[in-house]
């Protein structure tokens, strides 16, 4: 690997992944809708485009041997349209300008989320199944974007997708600050019985894991056509994981709780009304999350340990330690 084009670099997860591979002294180019400085800062170049233009794609790609395909549209609320074009289209246009430009190996970030039915998933491998009826266009949109990528594999175009579990860390724009933004006003509520526990990635596990893809599939590519679980290799109990770092940021603990059954009634009224009325925003709740804060989903790393020879190197305790630093200031 020597020349790496990352889509969307500039976010979370892909500016991990570019500061990894500038670490190593590999050339990068990142794909987004915006120049940004702290990508440029790491000494990567900015193309400023659109995943969903296939020409502009085509003319990104050329020159590289390995694309990280990070770009999504994530979240749990919004059309279907945006989520499909992002995600599925502009995954189209990526596997597309591949093949056009010659590029060797493909590393596809998909979620968790693919296999998740509304059920306790407790140590669970890759050999489930995708879900039949996803709750969200995000999810239903990434079970056919991981297809199109596992399916796409090939002798002249190798392919692998992860599947990093609740990525958090300093740097985090999606998680941690709805959580915090959301405890501070008093708008969490523990929902079911509060015991359920939950896989989590920190940031630089979740990127350690994109390079040691790519070396896999410049290598032996034992991991071609394969899809990972990538976590910390062991699941926290997510109330209290989450109140105990309130505690750390003085945030209340989130005390107050309600019932699965009621969540999810409450869900879908929430849903109809914002579909409805056309709302601005997100749902306060809405059936995927309420299935997601009530139950279980952590899920075996073992094939990701074998094959790619993944191990976290930041332990939970350490990578909360320097959230909290950063979020504290006093870093």
């Not at 939950?198 to 596990?205: A, E, K, P, R």
């Amino acid at each position: 690997m020597r020349r790496a084009l990352v889509t969307g670099g500039g976010g979370f997860v892909g500016l991990a992944v570019v500061r990894k591979l500038r670490e190593r002294g590999i050339t990068v180019t990142v794909v987004g809708r915006h120049r940004y400085p702290a990508v440029e800062a790491l000494g990567a170049r900015c193309l400023v485009g659109d995943i969903r233009d296939p020409a502009f794609m085509i003319g990104a790609a050329a020159g590289h041997d390995t694309v990280f395909h990070v770009a999504a549209k994530a979240g749990i609320w919004g059309g279907d349209d945006e989520y499909y074009s992002i995600n599925v289209t502009g995954t189209e246009n990526v596997l597309a300008a591949c093949r056009k430009q010659g590029v060797r190996s493909l590393v596809h970030t998909s979620t968790p989320s693919v296999v998740f039915a509304g059920r306790d998933i407790e140590g669970d491998d890759e050999t489930l199944p995708y879900s039949p009826n996803p709750l969200c266009h995000y999810a239903a949109s990434k079970i056919i974007a991981e297809r199109l990528v596992l399916t796409a594999n090939s002798e002249t175009l190798r392919t692998t997708a992860l599947r990093p579990h609740l990525v958090w860390g300093p740097g985090d724009t999606q998680i941690i600050p709805r959580l915090l933004e959301r405890g501070r006003r008093g708008r969490l509520r523990v929902v079911g019985d509060g015991r359920n526990r939950v896989d989590i990635c920190y940031i630089d596990n979740a990127a350690d894991a994109h390079l040691l893809a790519a070396d896999n599939l410049a290598g032996t590519a034992s991991a071609a056509g394969e899809a990972f679980f990538i976590s910390q290799g062991e699941p926290v109990a997510l109330w209290q994981w989450i109140n105990d770092l309130f505690a750390r940021v003085g945030v209340p603990r989130v005390t107050r709780g309600m019932p699965l059954t009621r969540a999810l009634r409450a869900g879908r009224l929430l849903e109809l009304v914002y579909s409805f009325l056309h709302l601005r925003g997100e749902p306060p709740m809405t059936r995927f999350l309420a299935e997601q804060l009530a139950l279980s989903h952590w899920f075996s790393i073992a094939k990701a340990e074998k094959i790619l020879g993944y191990h976290p190197r930041v332990s939970e305790r350490q990578g909360v330690d320097r959230l909290v630093a950063w979020l504290t200031g006093a870093n």
